[in-house]
């Protein structure tokens, strides 16, 4: 929040801030590509689609029954109307007009006849040898589906920047669409950084610790649609990690560790001297320490750069505040907030105001309401904790406490990545 200061005294850069800030110095890198409809799930649109006809395309019944003219059986006082059957109308039949006065035989979505314009459902019909008995006032349209009802022709069905759904493949489908024009996935670089961080499985020296903000960040990135370049570990060394991230060739570059103020955090200042920082350090708990910039000559041609915390709760954290945004902008996916809730708390948390703050939570139903609780160890290294978490609650940045009852906004995991 603005004010909002650290051990440096100068102003911690607000969520809010750094991600408007983000978002308005990268613009989308991704190609389009065309791919059939059966490979389509989960890819962005890179063009609107546009409906090639109405859906539906014809007048049609919702309903078995009986198709009508509404007329026929409008401004009967009492008792049933009689209308001679003229016709059986199943799905795909090409009818003609109905018979003025008479009434057909319809079935779920079979195309209206010209001159009907109501369906009678047959629960509701009955019947007297070849006669319908209908009862008098029934609503036009009643049991039908009009051309257009759906989606119009010439109609935005899905817009550009759109991640396609199996759905939105369904819709495209029934548009007609065989294959459909997106985005190619975007190449990141990931690494991780530091002397202690070791490739899972192998030996672990005193003092070491296995990675797992690599695999962590890897998993989230292509829950995203992205192609993953592993660029391994590089050490505490500012001579290694220059050359490293020089020769990265990507759409993205992204690390983890490295980007605090010690005296073996070295990200900040290598990328400073390969392209530029455009800012660094956030007012979030936990994923104060993050870096964003470019690596390479100017900015028109440079490859944005992102450094998360070490920490892996701290690295998810940075992720879900300004990585996910980042993705979308540069793959070309409509940036999309993540979608909030409002549960009641059921813990105490006290804390100092100035940041937002994320924690990890398990969601109950208890009675009427949604309860949530925190889960396991909350230090910013714990895994186990968000390995559990169904939720990751949202403290805004001015808030000083948490009281069991309390209102707690909160971002649900399930589907944000």
């Known amino acids: ?34 791919v059939a409809l059966d490979a389509a799930d989960g890819r962005i649109l890179a063009g609107d689609l546009v409906a090639a006809h109405s859906l539906p395309p014809f007048a049609q019944a ?52 010209q001159g009907a314009d109501t369906v009678l459902m047959q629960e509701d019909a009955a019947l007297d040898g070849d006669v319908l008995l209908a009862p008098p006032g029934l609503a036009a349209g009643r049991h039908c589906r009009a051309v257009g009802e759906d989606i119009a022709a010439g109609a935005v069905a899905l ?20 294959a459909l024009a997106v985005r190619t996935p975007l190449t990141v670089a990931l690494l991780s950084t530091g002397n202690e961080v070791q490739p899972a499985g192998a030996p672990l020296p005193p003092g070491a610790i296995h990675d797992a903000n690599g695999p962590l960040l890897a998993a989230l990135l292509r829950r995203l649609g992205c192609r993953v370049v592993r660029a391994g570990i590089v050490g505490d060394s500012r001579d290694a990690l ?64 992102l450094g998360l915390p070490g920490n892996p709760f701290a690295a998810f954290a940075a992720f879900l505040a300004l990585g ?18 409002t549960v009641r708390c059921g813990f105490s ?17 208890e009675g009427a309401e949604t309860v949530a609780h925190q889960v396991g160890a909350g230090g910013s290294a714990a895994l186990s904790s968000l390995a559990q978490a169904d939720a990751v609650a949202e403290v805004e940045d001015a808030r000083d406490s948490l009281r069991p009852g309390d209102p707690l906004t909160i971002i649900p995991l399930h589907g944000l990545f």
């Open 324 to 341: 996910r945004p980042l993705v979308q902008r540069l793959a070309g996916e409509t940036v999309t907030d993540p979608r909030r809730i």
């Open 349 to 365: 948390h006290a804390r100092a105001p100035g940041k937002r703050e994320y924690l990890r939570v398990t969601l109950r139903q």
């Open 62 to 113: 919702a309903m078995d029954g009986y198709a009508l003219d509404h007329r026929d059986v409008a401004g009967v006082p009492a008792g049933l109307v009689r209308l001679p059957l003229s016709g059986r109308v199943a799905a795909g039949d090409a009818p003609g007009p109905l018979t003025p006065g008479t009434a057909v035989r319809i079935f779920t979505g079979a195309p209206l006849p």
């Open 242 to 305: 220059k050359a490293t991230l020089s020769g990265l060739k990507a759409d993205l570059i992204l690390s983890s560790g490295g980007v605090s103020a010690g005296e073996e955090d070295h990200v900040k200042a290598v990328v400073a001297d390969l392209g530029g920082i455009a800012f660094w350090r956030l007012a979030l708990k936990p994923g104060k320490p993050l870096a964003f910039g470019h690596i390479g000559g100017g900015h028109i041609g440079a490859t944005p750069f």
């Open 159 to 178: 817009a550009a920047g759109y991640r396609l759904t199996p759905a939105a493949v369904a819709l495209a489908a029934a548009l007609g669409e065989q």
């Open 1 to 34: 929040m603005p004010g909002a200061t650290d051990c440096f005294s100068t102003p911690l850069l607000s969520v809010d801030q750094a991600r408007d800030r983000l978002l308005r110095s990268v613009a989308c890198v991704a190609g389009v590509e065309m």
